[in-house]
């Protein structure tokens, strides 16, 4: 396979393209997010799982730039809501809704629970797509805590700020930058990702 130069970051969430980018900044490629390839359609995320919408995503944007493309698709389930807001997660009161808006009512929906019934994790699923579309890898990642009561740091973005890891007393939004890449389910996803990535680039000791 042609080595990649090129690696697109295929999200149009700010806050994605900034954590993938820190992630990715080691490897020898070029990172492009969707902002920088023109005027492409978005791709619908019509799919049941976070895995089925991350392989819509790679390979709808991978087909439409002729790059290789890079998706991730991830959210947050809740067990009392019975894994709400889940695939739902960036659109569960509307897609143009601002993160604000999301944790005010997901706050509401748990406001009765006590410490041992706020479980939730985040899921992330990341593939890669050949720049003709084809899906060459799909990694999961998972990071288990519990919902706070009430929002607190200025950290991150998303569900971030009412999500505290297990093994921690601070949410996502609270800690530091390092500190949650090295344990996110965003990074855990990441990491087989990487070593995939490194296979294209020539920096894997893999053969």
């Known amino acids: 396979m042609t080595v990649a130069k090129r690696l697109l970051l295929a999200?149009?969430?700010?806050?994605?393209?900034?954590?993938?980018?820190?992630?990715?900044?080691?490897?020898p490629l070029m990172l492009i997010d969707l902002g920088q390839v023109g005027l492409v359609n978005d791709v619908a995320e019509t799919g049941e799982t976070f895995a089925e919408n991350a392989v819509?995503?790679?390979?709808?944007?991978?087909?439409q730039t002729g790059l290789l493309a890079l998706a991730d698709d991830s959210g947050l389930e809740v067990d009392a809501l019975g894994g709400a807001p889940g695939v739902r997660s960036a659109r569960y009161i509307g897609k143009e809704a601002?993160?604000?808006?999301?944790?005010?009512?997901?706050?509401?929906?748990?406001?009765a629970l006590e410490h041992p019934k706020r479980t939730a994790r985040f899921i992330s699923v990341i593939a890669i797509a050949s720049p003709d579309g084809m899906v060459l890898s799909t990694s999961m990642g998972i990071c288990d805590g519990r919902i706070a009561f009430t929002a607190r740091g200025a950290n991150?973005?998303?569900?971030?700020?009412?999500?505290?890891?297990?093994?921690?007393?601070?949410?996502?939004?609270e800690l530091d930058?390092?500190?949650?890449?090295?344990?996110?389910?965003?990074?855990?996803?990441l990491n087989n990702a990487r070593n995939f990535l490194k296979t294209l680039t020539g920096t894997s000791s893999a053969r």
Not at 11 to 27: A, P
Not at 177 to 189: P, Y
């Open 11 to 27: 999200t149009r969430n700010d806050g994605k393209v900034r954590e993938l980018r820190t992630l990715l900044s080691d490897l």
């Open 56 to 63: 819509l995503k790679a390979s709808g944007y991978a087909a």
């Open 98 to 111: 601002p993160d604000a808006e999301r944790i005010e009512r997901l706050l509401t929906q748990v406001a």
């Open 156 to 173: 991150g973005f998303g569900y971030d700020p009412v999500f505290v890891p297990n093994g921690y007393n601070l949410t996502f939004a």
């Open 177 to 189: 930058t390092d500190t949650k890449n090295s344990i996110s389910h965003r990074s855990q996803a």
